[in-house]
């Protein structure tokens, strides 16, 4: 609509409905930039790609069933032919997991299975940094479940690497 107004010459009496209609035009555009720059970017929101996000305070653990609350700790885990999203509350949980239910999900271990663990030092709540767990570090620290190991990007003092995390935990059990 607004192209055909643009393009019509008409009389000096039809250059005000002219105007009125390029006006309409412009301000409709003007109103609706804000609005899809908004919706846009609701998405993302600090979610990497792919990751479901978390309802914090409102979604359980798959394995324990405990309210996912404390950021630190949460992971998830996302794969197979349905692209199924699994939310967990500790890393611990998130490795128990996948060794029960590694016959009944053969894709849990298949390269394209996307984890994701939070990194213990992210600036706040609002900010979190999300680690893939198999090129994190783990340093121990009191988690809600007790498994007392929290991810970070970058080695510390007597961090372990994933498959050393994972064997220590079902070795201990729980």
Not at 22 to 29: E, K, V, Y
Not at 51 to 56: R, Y
Not at 97 to 126: G, I, Y
Request: hydrophobic content about 40%; some cysteine; aromatic content about 10%.
């Amino acid at each position: 609509m607004c192209k055909d107004v643009v393009t019509q010459r008409r009389a000096p009496e039809g250059d005000f409905a002219r105007r009125r209609a390029l006006l309409q035009c412009g301000l409709g555009g003007l109103l609706l930039t804000p609005l899809a720059t908004l919706l846009g970017g609701c998405r993302k929101d600090g979610w990497p790609e792919g990751m479901a996000e978390i309802k914090w305070d409102r979604d359980v653990c798959a394995r324990c069933s405990m309210v996912i609350s404390d950021r630190r700790f949460a992971a998830q885990l996302r794969g197979g032919p349905e692209d199924r999203a699994v939310k967990f509350d500790d890393i611990g949980c998130l490795v128990f997991w996948m060794q029960e239910k590694a016959e009944k999900f053969p894709w849990l271990n298949a390269p394209e299975t996307r984890l994701w663990v939070a990194d213990f030092n992210s600036k706040s709540r609002e900010e979190m940094r999300w680690l893939d767990p198999r090129r994190a570090f783990f340093v121990t620290r009191t988690s809600p479940m007790g498994y007392n190991f929290a991810a970070v990007a970058a080695p510390l003092a007597g961090a372990l690497d994933f498959t050393d995390t994972r064997q220590h935990l079902l070795a201990k059990g729980k």
